[in-house]
């Protein structure tokens, strides 16, 4: 049975009106994600199998994580086209997204230590995230509201595939330039210090019912640069150099 919190982001799907998260807001994780599940399996976003597309991170590695599968119309390749997508925000999250080149088991989840985790990955490339929310108050909605609604996920967009080897992030720049905006230029702000970090727990996360997850999986990773702004009919370009770029005209 539908509760109030998906009933209301349907809802807001279907008529592309924000809902109030005032008398819907989950009363903990479990909560947020079972109203996750439960708007996915109305809109049947995976109905022709298990996701293929997360986003997966937090403020810092004391935080709780948090996850989200990603519904698949939403997720592009670079360069992309979102003039015509129904965004209510369009706050820019540059990242880093890594795929695995292998299966997990729910019993091999569990036991791998982050190194081991890390080795499961065979490839990266720099991905844009579009933020927007279904809730009327935005990004200052209750944190588990934001997390029912996919952690506030609008789109994301992905650049060209390159092998993924370890590496200092702490001197890895990052750039990304919106419109007519200043170029926005960072290095090693990545909020876990690695990308990979958010591994153990996604894995967890995504197997937690006894499912596997198959090769090919994709997960990003958490914003280099905070949430920066962006307006219809901007074109946003992130590069981090020696990995990639992505690019999207909204």
Same mark, same amino acid.
């Given at each position: ?16 009106? !924000? ?5 819907? %807001? ?15 399996? +109305? #809109?049947? $976003? #995976?109905?022709?199998?298990?996701? +293929?597309? $997360?986003?997966?991170? *937090?403020?810092? !590695? ?24 129904? #965004?209510?925000? !369009?706050? @820019?999250?540059?990242? @880093?997204?890594? +795929? ?15 190194? &081991? ?10 991905? /844009?995230? /579009? ?27 992905? *650049?060209?595939?390159?092998? #993924?080897?370890?590496?200092? $992030?702490?001197?890895?720049? %990052?750039?990304?330039? /919106? ?7 960072? %290095? ?22 006894? &499912? ?14 905070? /949430? ?13 150099? *020696? @990995? ?7």
């Amino acid at each position: 049975m539908m509760d109030e919190t998906a009933r209301r982001l349907v809802a807001a799907r279907q008529t592309q009106l !924000r809902q109030a998260s005032t008398g819907a %807001c989950p009363v903990d994780a479990h909560a947020a994600y079972a109203a996750q599940d439960a708007v996915a399996q +109305r #809109f049947g $976003w #995976f109905n022709s199998g298990a996701p +293929r597309y $997360w986003k997966s991170g *937090g403020a810092s !590695r004391t935080a709780v994580l948090t996850h989200a599968a990603l519904p698949p119309e939403g997720v592009w390749a670079s360069p992309a086209t979102a003039s015509d997508w129904p #965004f209510r925000l !369009r706050g @820019i999250e540059v990242e @880093i997204a890594l +795929r695995l080149g292998q299966g997990v088991t729910a019993a091999r989840a569990q036991q791998v230590d982050l190194e &081991q985790a890390t080795a499961l990955v065979d490839a990266m490339c720099v991905s /844009i995230e /579009i933020v927007d929310s279904r809730w009327q108050e935005g990004l200052d909605a209750p944190a588990l509201a934001k997390l029912a609604d996919l952690q506030s996920h609008g789109a994301l967009v992905l *650049g060209d595939w390159q092998p #993924f080897m370890p590496r200092d $992030w702490s001197v890895q720049a %990052c750039r990304v330039q /919106i419109g007519l905006q200043p170029v926005v230029e960072h %290095c090693g702000t990545h909020a876990m210090g690695d990308p990979a970090y958010v591994l153990l727990a996604w894995l967890r996360h995504v197997t937690r019912q006894g &499912q596997s997850v198959a090769a090919g999986t994709v997960v990003t990773t958490g914003t280099w640069v905070g /949430i920066v702004a962006a307006l219809a009919g901007d074109l946003v370009r992130a590069e981090f150099p *020696g @990995i990639g770029a992505a690019a999207v005209q909204l």
